[in-house]
């Protein structure tokens, strides 16, 4: 069993920065596929970013290409995503996920607003 927790969101200005850190517990999740997901209220689940084991690859959805990054510390157990340019559309819960084959984990999820 893999456990996952999020750090705290928050409340952020148009056009700041948040990094938002998600802490693998229970085994390491060195060759775990690591996912950021969001939902806004009333919307459907969506990917935001994603990054194989040795971080090597990386996947962004459309509209955060360019402005968040992703990034992984294995030896720490810990994935990163960095969010740059915060638009109020980027308002949402943040979900940390951990996958490899059939094994899919999933954080608790931490709010992020953006607004002024």
């Known amino acids: 069993q893999v456990q996952l927790v999020e750090s705290r969101g928050g409340l952020v200005q148009p056009g700041g920065s948040l990094r938002l850190s998600c802490a693998a517990s229970?085994?390491?999740?060195?060759?775990?596929?690591m996912a950021w997901f969001r939902q806004a209220p009333g919307k459907e689940r969506e990917f935001v970013a994603g990054i194989s084991g040795s971080g090597s690859t990386t996947n962004y959805a459309d509209s955060v290409k360019g402005r968040f990054t992703i990034s992984r510390e294995n030896a720490k157990n810990i994935a990163y995503l960095q969010m740059n340019s915060l638009k109020p559309e980027d308002t949402a819960v943040y979900l940390c996920a951990a996958r490899r084959g059939n094994e899919d984990y999933w954080g608790q999820g931490t709010q992020v607003t953006v607004s002024s």
């Open positions: 229970g085994r390491s999740v060195s060759y775990y596929y």
